[in-house]
């Protein structure tokens, strides 16, 4: 038995000794949570960290939440104002889309007529935005003045330009029809005029043959008196002869 406790006794000490080294060397080999932050910082590398350094990481990555969601508040605030911009001018580019097509009801070249809606205007640029401005004002016109045509109008939209188009084919038809009867009373007329012409030949050439006949039957009429007035003065020389002579008066 005193063997036995002498050996329980041993160990005890023996483990009151280990525990005693391991105390003393947890002590002097304690961890630094509670120290303060270093001078300088503490290396990125570094596995331990103090309860003050996990504080200040706290604050840290607390304000870089307060302003990251300040920044996320601010751009929610942008991305709206930006998505009600987009909607805005997505309508303002239908609205111009459905002008190009139909024309504008809310300016119309001939009042009298509801289809005659301008289509097309100049561009003009937002000072603020620096992008086309698509706003109209309250009677429902765009700033930009409407484009004109070459007859020095308003375009329309391209359906009333179709029609348009259409109508002048069916006017350029019917005229095309006027153009093939006009034309083949111009050669009827033609023809008349050739007619007309050789006629005019022919009386022309029955004029000069009377004018030829005319001017010998006058000249011989011409003669004849000539030859009348040179007997009658001869007979007068004749008869002043005999009278000088004293002969017989005739």
Do not use: C, H
Not at 45 to 50: F, H, P, V
Not at 118 to 147: N, Q, V
Not at 220 to 229: H, L, P
């Amino acid at each position: 038995m005193t063997a036995i406790g002498k050996l329980m006794a041993f160990l005890l000490l023996a483990v009151g000794l280990a525990m005693m080294t391991w105390a003393l060397s947890a002590y002097a080999q304690r961890p630094a949570w509670f120290d303060p932050i270093p001078e300088g910082g503490v290396d990125k590398n570094a596995r331990t960290a103090t309860f003050a350094q996990l504080k200040a990481e706290i604050d840290a990555l607390n304000r870089s939440a307060e302003v990251a969601t300040s920044v996320w508040g601010t751009s929610l605030k942008e991305l709206e104002a930006s998505e009600s911009l987009r909607a805005g001018r997505l309508k303002g580019y239908a609205d111009r889309y459905q002008w190009a097509r139909k024309g504008n009801p809310r300016d119309l070249i001939d009042p009298a007529n509801p289809r005659s809606g301008k289509g097309f205007y100049a561009p003009t640029i937002d000072p603020a935005l620096k992008l086309y401005d698509l706003s109209a004002d309250a009677t429902g016109k765009p700033k930009g003045a409407p484009l004109l045509g070459s007859d020095e109008l308003p375009l329309p939209g391209i359906d009333m330009l179709t029609d348009s188009v259409s109508n002048d084919l069916k006017e350029m038809l019917e005229l095309t029809a006027q153009i093939t009867e006009q034309r083949r009373k111009f050669d009827e007329l033609s023809a008349d005029v050739v007619a007309t012409e050789d006629r005019l030949v022919a009386v022309n050439t029955i004029r000069d043959s009377v004018q030829a006949e005319l001017f010998f039957l006058s000249t011989f009429t011409s003669n004849e008196y000539e030859t009348r007035e040179t007997v009658a003065r001869r007979k007068q020389q004749l008869q002043k002869r005999l009278r000088a002579l004293g002969g017989a008066r005739f």
